[in-house]
């Protein structure tokens, strides 16, 4: 069946295409080829994103990717640093680079990407969050709850402070959780959250995808990549900022040894074919969870008009191509 549809746009991506956002001094050539590639799976506007680190390193891969200035980059999702310290829902994060949250701290950041933080990811329990979390507001900056181990209280805090969405909820987490109260649960029973999912089959089961959805609610639904710069590749040896991971036969991101996920090598495209797959819903319920609900989250309009083909009975969506380019 041949579909239409705005193009997609995708709030969390560390890099695509053999290209690591977090390493400084990508070169303007890497960056034309790495939105090439994310054209080519229908992304025609995107959030690079940064991940914990110096604010030397921050300023050198931000100002990497504001050089480029392609209009398909939307501004910059800034993951960290300002996210718990403890092994688990720290994930692949550097652990000497984890600080508390503050806004003069911020400030530096944001002065080094020209302004163009547009979404930060922290942990509501780090000192100095709450305080963070209402200044970000106050400067139309959207606020992502992740990498966190807050107790339920903290999250409600943060909520009530101005935070608006769940970063990769599910993930980013202790491997073991009490069964309730738990920071997820109150996640997803908060209805000022929108959440965002990674639906590879390597994050999270199917079961639990469709449950999380279910709660959650199409409307309030996110799907993002959480691609790294073995997206688009062969089984390999990449990097995501200082660690070094490997793209296993199967598609699934780690660094070597360790038993937390590492971003991921997966295209929007097969994401949106999952999560049909996965939870029952229509293709027609599934692809504004990939285009019109991130552009409105952050008060943007998707950009572009795809066509693919989409096979109802083996669950696949193919691009075909991107009608109207970003301009």
Not at 68 to 76: K, L, Q, R, T
Not at 260 to 266: H, I, K, M, T
Not at 285 to 307: C, N
Request: glycine share 8%; net charge negative; with cysteine.
């Amino acid at each position: 069946m041949r579909v239409d549809f705005p193009g997609f746009f995708d709030l969390q991506v560390n890099g695509f295409a053999g290209v690591d956002f977090n390493s400084p001094g990508c070169t303007p050539e890497q960056l034309k080829h790495t939105t090439d590639a994310l054209r080519s799976t229908g992304v025609t506007r995107f959030l690079p994103t940064l991940i914990t680190s110096s604010i030397e390193r921050f300023s050198l891969c931000a100002r990497s990717i504001l050089r480029f200035s392609d209009p398909a980059i939307a501004g910059i999702h800034m993951e960290g640093p300002y996210i718990s310290p403890d092994e688990g829902p720290r994930g692949a994060h550097s652990r000497k680079h984890v600080i508390g949250a503050s806004i003069e701290d911020f400030s530096r950041r944001q002065d080094a990407a020209e302004g163009r933080i547009s979404l930060v990811t922290l942990a509501p329990e780090v000192p100095g969050a709450l305080r963070l979390i209402e200044h970000l507001v106050k400067s139309d900056i959207r606020v992502a709850i992740g990498h966190s181990a807050a107790l339920p209280e903290q999250i409600r805090d943060a909520v009530s402070a101005g935070a608006t969405l769940s970063t990769h909820l599910g993930n980013g987490c202790a491997q073991v959780l009490r069964r309730h109260p738990n920071f997820i649960w109150q996640q997803l029973a908060e209805d000022e959250l929108y959440a965002s999912f990674i639906v590879d089959g390597h994050h999270l089961p199917p079961a639990t995808v469709k449950s999380m959805m279910r709660a959650k609610q199409p409307s309030r639904t996110i799907l993002v990549t959480d691609a790294t710069a073995a997206a688009g590749c062969p089984p390999g040896f990449y990097t995501i900022g200082d660690a070094r991971v490997e793209l296993d036969a199967v598609g699934r991101v780690a660094v070597p040894g360790a038993p937390n996920l590492a971003g991921s090598a997966l295209a929007i495209h097969d994401a949106i074919a999952n999560t049909v797959r996965f939870t029952g819903l229509s293709l027609s319920e599934v692809l504004p969870m990939a285009s019109t609900l991130p552009a409105r989250y952050l008060g943007a309009e998707p950009v572009g008009h795809i066509v693919a083909e989409w096979d109802e009975g083996k669950c696949t969506l193919v691009i075909d191509r991107v009608i109207a380019d970003v301009p």
